[in-house]
């Protein structure tokens, strides 16, 4: 089910997924922030500047919930944070389930970009992080997911710095690479 990929840091053109890092989790509107929103923020813009830096493409998901959901289109918690800095030109994908790349838009879009891997960063390591991860696996994509660029809430029975913890290993368990946003801005 999941390939695994080679070498330390993603491809030169691998692009950068920023997966629902929209409004509804960080406001504490409908529910809490996202653990560590703050921190998420600044490792996300220090990524995405990363990617632009390298000439790396950056492109958003928008979950799109439906009616009555705090991501429901038109929602005060549905467009992509404002504080992450989204560039005119950097394409929004939107989804109504958890794999991104069930909208065939950001596979063709990935294809262009001549990338043969994705680096994903995002909201919610356990639903739809993970699932982006097992899409891209099926579309026949290399991953790196940023360990510290996704996050959660906590659940009943588990932190969701246990959450992360534990999706962190199975991903690469399953053959995602891994790599810190120092490792990676540093480079």
Known sequence: MFAATSGTS?????????IDLQAGMFDGVAEPPIHDADGMVARTRALIEWARRSGRKVAFIRH????????????????????LGQA????????????????????????????GEVVLIGAQTDFCV?????????????????SDAHSTLDA???????????????????????????????S
């Open 10 to 18: 993603p491809a030169a053109t691998a692009p950068l997924i920023v």
């Open 88 to 115: 005119e030109d950097e394409p929004t994908f939107a989804k109504r389930v958890g794999d991104a790349f069930s909208n065939a838009a950001l596979a063709e879009w990935v294809a262009g970009q001549g990338a």
């Open 64 to 83: 799109d919930g439906p009616q009555g959901d705090p991501l429901a289109p038109g929602e005060p918690g549905w467009p992509v944070w404002p504080a």
């Open 156 to 186: 009943a029975s588990e932190t969701a710095a246990e959450i992360i913890a534990r999706h962190n290993a199975a991903f690469a368990a399953a053959g995602v690479k891994l790599a810190t946003t120092k490792a990676l801005t540093d």
């Open 130 to 146: 993970a699932a982006t991860v097992k899409g891209a696996f099926a579309a026949g994509l290399g991953v790196t997911v940023v």
